[in-house]
């Protein structure tokens, strides 16, 4: 969706298959911004800073809230399920699919098996009203809309 953001991604989604050398995420390569209400779903593979959401998150102002990925994920290094490399920031309420993205790192996002990822219980906190919607045990949330 975006090489770099320095601003703000709200209420977003992409279905990715992407293949690069770093910095690639299934949302967005470099964060220095924020991420709000977001996710991404498919495969990122390449060298290093891969993530599911987010190649790298950087800059103290930088933050990940309420958003989520359920992507494969491969790469040499500094790879994870959410965030490939979490440099600062912060990440809030955010998850990822610890058995669709084979990875399993604690501190750049709260990993979750297939089946937790598809119970609204699972997102405390989330506005399941407004913003967010689920076929609950059937399918990863969505954003209202789609």
């Known amino acids: ?6 601003g703000i991604i ?3 989604s992409a279905r990715v298959k992407i293949s690069c050398k770093g910095f690639s995420g299934g949302l967005v390569g470099i964060n220095e ?7 991404a779903l498919g495969e990122v593979s390449g060298d290093e800073r891969i993530g599911g959401l987010v190649g790298e998150n950087r800059g103290a102002e930088s933050l990940i809230q309420k958003s989520y990925s359920a ?7 500094k790879t994870g399920g959410l965030v490939g490399k979490h440099a600062d920031g912060t990440i809030e309420s955010s998850y990822y699919d610890e058995e669709t993205s084979g990875q399993s790192d ?22 399941f009203e407004e913003i967010w919607d689920i076929m609950e045990n059937e399918s990863y949330p969505f954003l209202r809309g789609e």
């Open 1 to 6: 969706l975006v090489g770099s953001n320095e």
């Open 33 to 39: 911004g924020i991420i709000l209400n977001s996710y």
């Open 71 to 77: 992507v494969r994920v491969s790469g040499e290094k």
């Open 10 to 12: 709200e209420r977003s």
């Open 106 to 127: 604690e501190g750049k996002g709260t990993p979750r098996t297939t089946a937790e990822m598809k119970q609204q219980a699972t997102f405390e906190g989330w506005d």
